[in-house]
Each structure stands twice: as C-alpha cells, then as structure tokens.
C-alpha cells in the first residue's frame, strides 16, 4: 500500500487521506469544549412514547414519572437532522431516502470495502453520516465489525410530576378481514398522557468528537435540531400542538475536560409549582437557573 499523503481542503474543513488502489477517505476537523444541555418539553393529549410490550401504553417509571426514552429523542434529532439535508445512517422505511431496505445494503452502496483498513473505514462511516459521529454505531456485518462511540450523549426524558394517562375505547368503520357482522379487530384503545412536563439531559464529549469529526457546524444542527425536534413528527397518537420543546439551556464550559461535572450543571435548573396547583400547561410551573461560577448558559427559544 502507498503511503498516505495527508492535505487540508479549507472550503469543507476536512483532512483528505489520499490512498493509492482505495476509496478517498475524509476526517473532519473538531475542536469543540465540553458541552451540557437540557430541554423542556411539555406534552397535552398526547403519547409522547408508547411502549409496544403493553398495549402501545405511554411508558411510566415505577414512580409514576412520564418516560421517553432516550432511543425515542434520538429518532425525533435524527429525523430533524435529515430534514436538514444531512444523511442519516439510520434510516426509517418511510424516510428512507436512497432506496435500501437494510443497514448492511446502506453500507455496500457505498462500497467500503475499497477501503484499506478499519481506521479508514472507521473514519468514512463518520464524515458520511451524521448520526454516526453524533451518536456512534456499532457495526457488525461482513467486513465490518467494530464499533463507534459517539460523544452526544442522551438520557431518558422524565416528566416532573407523576402523570395521568387517560385512554379511550376507539372503532374502525370497517372490518379488517372479510368476515360477518363486526369483527374484534375493529375495536381499540388510545392512550394519552394528559399533561406533563418532561425533561431531557444531554452532553456533548469533546474527546470522542475529536475522533468521529462532530464539530462546529455539527453542534449548530444540533441546537436546531433540539428546539424544533417534534416539527414534522405529527402522527393520530402525537396530533400538531400536543408536543412542544417550550426551553433548550446549554452550557458550553470554554474548555474540553469540563469545569463542573455533568450532575452538577443539571442541578442548577430547577422546576417548581405551587404546592395546591396541579399543572394543566407550562406556564403553572416557575423555572429558575442558579449560575454556576466561570459558566455560561445561553437559553435557545
């Protein structure tokens, strides 16, 4: 194998790896600090997360607390993010935009077995896909084994206060089967939270963005991404105005190890309701930062 020539393409930002007999190979450039960030998303007659292994029902904790799981938000960013322009790895059949039906025919149109070595492969996979730098992924098909750990990290969403589900007995108009009279399947159930306040928690590694190349233009798309993450996302279970992410707060500490520690940056934000008022819409609840010393926090909406 030739030896590599490394030269810098400042128009894209990215270092071109030019290798002889291979595919060319990009890494693009990071240098960003140690980020934190929270949103605030208020649900009304929605589901803002149905668990498939009980009836669809929205997910509780054993607390009662409202649950999306981190799985969820990051389907809603990666959506977003498509929206934008940029390709997605993980695609969903209905967005699906260069026609392939799996993860591993995604990877053998792009033919990355002209690839040399596991680094280049490593290192294509993350300039090629958004939610593969961002995220990470592990990759486990002929040719490919090996994983990528992303540096934006998401927790579950947990609502503040426990949750009311109410469900409703629903029909179809027609049977699914030919059949006579009414048959079973034209009876249902839909279930909705009816208010809640929930709560997302993220961060962003500086040291793991340095090597998928999630950089500066990245962490931008991903400030859209969170303020407008249910735009588009409009289904009979989550109707248009039952979702809405009402705050983003993010902290950029200036540095990349990190002034205070991820716990300590969330603890600052805190959401309170009168004690005799059970909340019916985001303005019952009084929110207010502590400001952390030599820490900045930018509010996005």
């Given at each position: 194998m030739a030896k590599k020539a490394s030269t810098k393409k400042e128009a894209t930002k990215k270092e071109a790896l030019n290798v002889e007999g291979a595919k060319t190979v990009y890494r693009k450039v990071s240098n960003i600090n140690r980020i934190d960030f929270m949103a605030l998303i208020w649900v009304s007659g929605a589901n803002p997360n149905g668990n498939p292994s009980d009836r669809n029902y929205p997910r509780i904790d054993s607390n009662g607390l409202g649950v999306m799981t981190n799985v969820c938000l990051k389907r809603k960013l990666r959506n977003r993010i498509q929206d934008m322009g940029d390709d997605i790895y993980i695609q969903t059949d209905e967005r699906c935009s260069d026609g392939c039906t799996s993860l591993e025919q995604r990877l053998k149109e792009r033919k990355y077995e002209d690839l040399d070595t596991e680094e280049e492969y490593r290192t294509q996979v993350c300039c090629d896909w958004y939610d593969v730098r961002a995220f990470g992924q592990v990759f486990a098909f002929a040719g490919a084994s090996f994983g990528i750990r992303g540096p934006v990290t998401i927790q579950h969403a947990k609502s503040v206060d426990p949750v009311e589900v109410e469900t409703y007995s629903i029909t179809k108009s027609v049977n699914g089967k030919e059949t006579k009279g009414m048959a079973s399947d034209r009876m249902g159930e839909n279930h909705v939270v009816k208010s809640g306040l929930y709560v997302l928690k993220?961060?962003?590694?500086?040291?793991?963005?340095?090597?998928?190349?999630?950089?500066?233009?990245?962490?931008?798309?991903?400030?859209?991404a969170l303020c407008t993450m249910f735009e588009g996302d409009e289904s009979s279970a989550r109707p248009a105005g039952t979702m809405s992410v009402e705050q983003?707060?993010?902290?950029?500490?200036?540095?990349k190890n990190g002034k205070y520690s991820a716990n300590k940056v969330f603890d600052q934000l805190k959401i309170e309701h009168e004690p005799d008022v059970i909340p019916s819409k985001f303005s019952d609840y009084k929110i207010s930062v502590d400001k952390l010393e030599g820490l900045e926090m930018k509010e996005l909406i």
């Amino acid at each position: 194998m030739a030896k590599k020539a490394s030269t810098k393409k400042e128009a894209t930002k990215k270092e071109a790896l030019n290798v002889e007999g291979a595919k060319t190979v990009y890494r693009k450039v990071s240098n960003i600090n140690r980020i934190d960030f929270m949103a605030l998303i208020w649900v009304s007659g929605a589901n803002p997360n149905g668990n498939p292994s009980d009836r669809n029902y929205p997910r509780i904790d054993s607390n009662g607390l409202g649950v999306m799981t981190n799985v969820c938000l990051k389907r809603k960013l990666r959506n977003r993010i498509q929206d934008m322009g940029d390709d997605i790895y993980i695609q969903t059949d209905e967005r699906c935009s260069d026609g392939c039906t799996s993860l591993e025919q995604r990877l053998k149109e792009r033919k990355y077995e002209d690839l040399d070595t596991e680094e280049e492969y490593r290192t294509q996979v993350c300039c090629d896909w958004y939610d593969v730098r961002a995220f990470g992924q592990v990759f486990a098909f002929a040719g490919a084994s090996f994983g990528i750990r992303g540096p934006v990290t998401i927790q579950h969403a947990k609502s503040v206060d426990p949750v009311e589900v109410e469900t409703y007995s629903i029909t179809k108009s027609v049977n699914g089967k030919e059949t006579k009279g009414m048959a079973s399947d034209r009876m249902g159930e839909n279930h909705v939270v009816k208010s809640g306040l929930y709560v997302l928690k993220g961060s962003i590694n500086p040291r793991y963005a340095e090597k998928t190349g999630f950089d500066e233009e990245d962490v931008e798309k991903l400030k859209e991404a969170l303020c407008t993450m249910f735009e588009g996302d409009e289904s009979s279970a989550r109707p248009a105005g039952t979702m809405s992410v009402e705050q983003v707060y993010w902290w950029d500490h200036g540095c990349k190890n990190g002034k205070y520690s991820a716990n300590k940056v969330f603890d600052q934000l805190k959401i309170e309701h009168e004690p005799d008022v059970i909340p019916s819409k985001f303005s019952d609840y009084k929110i207010s930062v502590d400001k952390l010393e030599g820490l900045e926090m930018k509010e996005l909406i």
